[in-house]
């Protein structure tokens, strides 16, 4: 079955930098796009960024972009979101989705960004 795993999350300062893994199995990662979302307390999920199969394409929500970077390995069957310059309001959890006939979406992992 699909599954997704996604880990790197913590407690960082404003200013600080952190990479996010997800590690897909269950499914040929190399032929489906995959994408991040995160949810803030109390707010909805939103989409953050996704990536097409091979790599060769991105996108990123306005909130993220040039500070966010997402990349993939398809040779580990992971995804990775590199977060730089991160702020406050980025804390959040995130998750790793990816549609296989259905959506599927890892456990999630915790996001901190605070002094």
């Known amino acids: 079955q699909v599954q997704l795993v996604e880990s790197g999350g913590g407690l960082v300062q404003p200013g600080g930098s952190l990479r996010l893994s997800c590690v897909a199995s269950?499914?040929?990662?190399?032929?489906?796009?995959m994408r991040w979302y995160r949810q803030a307390p109390g707010e909805e999920r939103v989409w953050i960024a996704g990536i097409s199969n091979t790599g060769g394409r991105t996108g990123y929500a306005d909130s993220v972009k040039g500070r966010f970077t997402i990349s993939r390995d398809n040779a580990k069957n992971t995804v990775y979101l590199q977060m730089n310059s991160l702020k406050s309001e980025d804390t959040a959890v995130y998750y790793c989705?990816?549609?296989?006939?259905?959506?599927?979406w890892g456990q999630g992992t915790q996001v901190t960004v605070s002094s």
């Open positions: 269950g499914f040929t990662f190399s032929t489906y796009t």
């Open positions: 989705n990816t549609v296989v006939r259905y959506d599927y």
